[in-house]
Structure formats: structure tokens, C-alpha cells
């Protein structure tokens, strides 16, 4: 990861050297060891990174990048370069290097702000284009690499993390009520609301133009299917799956080697499966980095783990989860959160990534990604039920083995009704309805006032209903899409970015790979999820390549890999003592106006009520105060 920093307007005139590398020193966790800065008329382009992503298997040598007018500073790994130089030199255009600040400049070269059709990786950029005194900025499409701008007496501003912005800013920052309470009921919205006073985040798939007269955000990518892989049977599209895979996975593997976090589960092992047969020479070495749980722990998953292991026979390197807190050091961490919220396991990830760099590398793949592309759930029987199709709905629903009306009202029926119904059942009974999947609960020590919330909610529904509804018309449509689309996933994708490159790992993840999403959308329900069956079709690509995976239920019935054990031993003494950590002052969220502290306590002495609250929400509202606490200077001035 770079840091990349741009200011458009009359500011970037009046911006001195010292104070443009005072905004790239707060972002010093993504790269300070060499620094470029570029003036040009009318903007300013910087970037800071460490020597050793400056190697061409990373974001390369190129500082910034320029080509006649154009000047580029990008935070981007790209991928399938071949494809990418092919379609350069048939445009007629030969980039500068491979280095990603090159290939980007010559892209825009070549087919001008349409590049992001053309591009591929995670990557995030700036490119300054003299000629029409207008900068280009663009997020990869799964938002692995985060962005944000903001405006201040007519100068944008947009950088890698807030933390350039609120520096500055100045005295003008401040912390946004309305952010902050997102984060506290974990509803991210369009993705564009942050914890800061006019500070917005770019969303993933989208691209920022500032020109003189305007800033336009706008959407350059959604998730869609393509006719050449609905044409294909299932058994053709196992092997085309197959091959997608592995390509994406090679792709991210690194010359010099690579570390796999590897669990039971179906994802991270198929990626083991595509990575190891065949395995080019020019891909150095892979090691196998895993969690170890006890014995009889619900999170243990040795049994398949070891089994994958033996069939490639590579060493598996254990991380021990007894050292690791769910909260450790959380105060000092939450400096370095682009959002307001944190990542509940976020001490179990660094101690991979810290795993990673032990074994010799800077990269690190994971699975992340393949629920958001492979499982679907059953809202085929929503499309069923909406279809008038009652004899291949009565079939699922058999093979499927629930029971109980109660059961089919919240599978079949709840998803296939109208989202007009449940919103004029809640004008008569005067509460809400969670009707929509990115809503949760408010919880009890809330208190902001109700056209905050309300606000929040139809703000919320107009945007699901503009970019899901009218866009895909199935409900099972409707629901892979907001998998791949809504915004906490790629919120998810750029803490985690941030946190391994924070230990000196650079993370990718395969599966968040645009053809693999295309091929995904292409392919029917039944490909996918069967009753009784997950991730189908992605089973059938690795089949042969995998042992068999069945599982015997935990205690509980719970399938291993589920962690319940590692945090219920934990949560209720971590969570006293963080609570301790943040008792010597009222609470900036009570100050804000959100939350009521004692009614949080007694919420939390209650939690094994069976109306309790849900512990994600406890959660959430405990990071939330925590990044608080870490930037109180900064933003000193509330602004409820």
C-alpha cells in the first residue's frame, strides 16, 4: 500500500512542501520511506511508500507517474497486466514501465477516463490531466484500497485515509453525529458517511472527476452476469470455474513468494487447490499460515486442515489464538482506523499477517470473498413462491427438511413481499420493521433523536431501493448483488488491507476478482446452494483436488470454525476491562448525544436476558467510542 494524497483548486497553489508531507506523515502506517511530489498547474499530487513495495511484483518503482499532460500517484497492485499491455499496444500505446502509476497513465492515454473498464487489481488512484485541468480518481471495485476527499475553501482534497484531510483541516474538523451513529448501529448506507465533519469516503466501483465547476461521484461498475457463461452447462462451467480460479489466484501469488491463511473451510483450501498443481517456477514458495485452537474448540479445524496440508505436503505454521485478546491494544489501534469502527477479530488477523512476514513474505492471500460470491442462501424459494411455482417450491422446501409455518413465513414469504407492504405496515403500527438486509436493531442505550434515525433509514431504503431494486428483478438477484455491492463489505475488505499492511504484509484476495464476479452472476441458483448443499459448483471445481469434507457438528450443533468458544471465554472479562479503560470521562458518544452510557452497562449486566441485545452491537458501540478516545484531539469540537 501508498499513501496518495491530491489537492485541486486554489489551495494546491498556496500548499508548501512542508505542509504536503505533513498530511502524507499522518499517513506514515501506509508508506513514509520515499516520498514524490508533483506540482503542476492548479493541483498537487504526492505519494509516500516503503522501499519495498517499490518492487515490480507491488505497486513498482514508478513514484509518479508522467505521460505528456497526464500525471498519475496511484495505491494499486494491478493485475492480468498482459491483457492489460495487449490492449494498450492495440490502441496504439506502449507504457512507460509495468509499474502500476505507468500502466494506469497509459491507460488513460489510451481509452481517457474509461480506464477503469480496463484496469484490474486493487487500486486506488489520482491522475491530474493538464490538458483539461480535471483530476481522475477511482476505488477498485471490492474497495481494497480505501479513498476520501473533502472540500475546504474551494480546494478538493482527497487522500488514502482521513487522516490527511482532518490534518488538514485543522480546526475545522470535528466529529459528524450522524457518521459516528452509523458506525454505533453498523449501517453503513452508500458507503460515503464517515466519523468526520464533512469527510466522505469514495465508494468501491466508483470514480471521483473534479473540474473547476464540479465534483462528480459516480458508479463505473455493478455487479452483472454475461451470456457467455450462462451458455454453459454445469459441468463446462465447473472446469471454466476451475480456471478462473486459479488464474486469479496466480495472480496474486508474488515471485518472491506468499503466505495462504488458511482455514477448514471451503474457500481458502480451494484456493490451495487452484495455487499448488502446477505451480509455475516463476511463483516462489507457499506457506501455510492457520489458526490453532484447542482441541474440542468449536473453532478448531484441524481435522480438514491437516488433511489439505498432508496432500500437498507443506507445513502448516500454527498461530496460537491463547495469546490473542479480542481487544488488545485497542486505544493505541484505533489511531490508524480509516472508519469509526474497528474489525472484531482484528488481533487474530495481524498475528497472521505478523505470521506471514515471519515466514519470509510481504504477501498474504485469504478466501475472503467466496460467501459473497458462492453462497446464496435459499431465496430461490422466494422467487418461487413469487412465481406461482408451488410443486418446485414443495420440492425444495422437502429436500430442504425445515418445518413449522413459522419457518416458511421467514423463508419463503417474508423476502418474496414487496417492500411497499412492510413499509405501510410500519406507518400503521407506528415501529419499524427491519424489512431490508443491511438493517439491525437499534439498540436500547441509543438515544439519538428519532429524525436522526429516521433519517438514516429512508436515506438507507431510497439508496437500496435505486441501486439493488430497480436494478435486478429477482429477490435472489436482488441479494447477490447487495453481496458483492453493499458497502460494509468493501469497508471490511480496506480494514483488513490496512491493518496487515500496518505489519508489513501487502493482503490479497482472489475471489474479489471482477471476472470471477461476472462469472458468478452468470451462473443459475441451483449452481450455487442445493438444499442441504453450499457453494455447489465451487465444490464440484475442486472436487478431485480436495479431500472429502464431511464434518461431524460441535457442541451445540455448531459446525467447526465457528469461534463461539474462543469468544465466549473471553468477551465478558475483555469487554469489563475495555469498559474500565474508557470510564475515567464521560463518554464522547454520550457527549455527541447517541448513547447513553449507564443505560449501556446495565444493557450489558442484562445480556444474557433473553431479550438481550445482540453482542455485535455491544461491539460496535465499544470500538466506536475507542476511535473516539484515539482522535478526541483532532476532533475536539463535536458538531452533534
Known amino acids: 500500500m501508498s499513501a496518495i494524497l491530491a489537492l485541486v483548486g486554489p489551495g494546491a497553489r498556496t500548499a508548501s512542501d512542508a505542509h504536503v508531507r505533513c ?112 483530476l ?83 458508479r463505473y461498475w455493478a455487479a452483472q452476469g454475461a451470456d457467455r457463461w450462462r ?35 471451503q474457500d481458502s483450501t480451494a484456493l490451495l487447490a487452484a495455487l499448488e498443481p502446477g505451480r509455475p517456477a516463476a511463483l516462489g514458495p507457499l506457506h501455510l499460515v492457520s489458526l490453532k485452537y484447542p482441541p474440542g474448540d468449536s473453532g478448531n479445524e484441524d481435522w480438514y486442515v491437516n488433511r489439505v496440508a498432508e496432500l500437498y505436503r507443506l507445513p ?26 474497528g474489525l472484531f477479530f482484528e488481533g487474530q488477523n495481524r498475528a497472521m499477517a505478523r505470521a506471514a512476514l515471519g515466514l519470509g513474505n510481504r504477501v498474504i492471500l485469504n478466501g475472503h470473498g467466496g460467501d459473497s460470491l458462492f453462497a446464496v442462501g435459499d431465496w430461490r424459494m422466494a422467487d418461487l413462491l413469487r412465481q406461482g411455482r408451488w410443486i418446485a417450491l414443495r420440492r425444495y422446501w422437502a429436500r430442504r427438511g425445515t418445518r413449522g409455518v413459522r419457518r416458511f ?34 439498540p436500547p442505550w441509543v438515544r439519538a433523536d428519532a429524525a436522526m434515525l429516521a433519517g438514516i433509514r429512508g436515506a438507507d431504503r431510497a439508496r437500496h431501493h435505486a441501486s439493488i431494486v430497480r436494478r435486478y428483478p429477482t429477490v435472489l438477484e436482488r441479494y447477490r448483488a447487495w453481496a458483492l455491492m453493499y458497502s460494509a463489505f468493501p469497508r471490511i475488505c480496506a480494514t483488513l488491507f490496512d491493518l496487515a499492511r500496518h505489519e508489513g504484509v501487502e493482503l490479497r484476495m482472489p475471489f474479489f476478482d471482477r471476472r470471477l464476479a461476472e462469472f458468478a452472476m452468470s451462473r443459475p441458483a441451483w449452481d450455487l446452494n442445493q438444499p ?26 455448531t459446525k467447526p470454525g465457528t469461534a463461539n468458544d474462543y469468544v465466549d471465554a473471553r468477551y465478558d472479562r475483555e469487554t469489563a476491562a475495555l469498559i474500565d479503560a474508557l470510564s475515567d470521562r464521560r463518554w464522547i458518544s454520550d457527549e455527541l448525544g447517541l448513547v447513553d452510557r449507564g443505560a449501556f452497562v446495565r444493557a450489558l449486566a442484562a445480556r444474557n436476558a433473553e431479550d438481550a441485545a445482540p453482542r455485535a452491537a455491544f461491539t460496535l458501540t465499544l470500538l466506536v467510542e475507542a476511535w473516539l478516545r484515539a482522535h478526541e484531539r483532532a476532533g475536539a469540537a463535536p458538531n452533534p
Open 23 to 134: 498530511m502524507l506523515a499522518s499517513m506514515a502506517h501506509r508508506g513514509s520511506e520515499r516520498i514524490a511530489i508533483r506540482r503542476s498547474a492548479g493541483a498537487v499530487l504526492a505519494v509516500a511508500r516503503d522501499r519495498w513495495e517499490m518492487d515490480p511484483g507491488f505497486a513498482g518503482g514508478t513514484l509518479v507517474a508522467t505521460r505528456g499532460p497526464v500525471h498519475v500517484v496511484c495505491d494499486a497492485t494491478l493485475y492480468y497486466k498482459r491483457d492489460l499491455v495487449a490492449a494498450l499496444h492495440s490502441a496504439g500505446v506502449v507504457p512507460e514501465s509495468d509499474s502500476a502509476a505507468d500502466l494506469i497513465a497509459a491507460a488513460y492515454t489510451a481509452f481517457g477516463p474509461r480506464l477503469v473498464d480496463h484496469v484490474e487489481g486493487d487500486f486506488a488512484f489520482c491522475l491530474w490531466d493538464d490538458a483539461t485541468q480535471t
Open 136 to 218: 481522475h480518481a477511482a476505488r477498485d471495485p471490492f474497495g481494497a484500497r480505501s479513498l476520501f476527499h473533502t472540500e475546504l475553501d474551494g480546494t478538493r482534497l482527497i487522500a488514502s485515509t482521513p487522516h490527511a484531510l482532518v490534518a488538514h483541516r485543522g480546526e475545522r474538523a470535528g466529529f459528524d453525529a450522524t457518521g459516528v451513529l452509523r458506525g454505533i448501529l453498523g449501517r453503513d448506507g452508500d458507503g460515503t458517511t464517515t466519523g468526520w465533519k464533512d469527510v466522505r469516503e469514495v465508494p468501491a466501483a466508483h470514480t471521483v472527476t473534479v473540474t473547476p465547476e464540479r465534483t462528480t461521484v459516480a
Open 231 to 265: 451458455a454453459l452447462s454445469s459441468t463446462e462451467a465447473a472446469g471454466a470455474l476451475w480456471h478462473l480460479l486459479a488464474e486469479a489466484a496466480k495472480e496474486r501469488h508474488h515471485p518472491a513468494g506468499a503466505a495462504l491463511s488458511i482455514s477448514g473451510g
Open 316 to 341: 502448516v505454521h500454527r498461530v496460537d489464538t491463547g495469546g490473542i485478546d479480542l481487544f488488545d491494544d485497542v486505544l493505541s489501534r484505533a489511531h490508524f482506523w480509516s472508519g469509526c469502527t
Open 409 to 442: 413465513l421467514e423463508l419463503c414469504v417474508r423476502p418474496a413481499l414487496p417492500f411497499w407492504i412492510y413499509d405501510a405496515a410500519e406507518r400503521v403500527s407506528g415501529r419499524e420493521i427491519r424489512s431490508r438486509p443491511f438493517e439491525r436493531p437499534v
Open 532 to 557: 442441504g448443499r453450499l457453494k455447489v459448483l465451487l465444490n464440484k471445481a475442486v472436487r478431485d483436488r480436495l479431500p472429502d469434507r464431511t464434518w461431524v457438528p460441535q457442541a451445540g450443533g
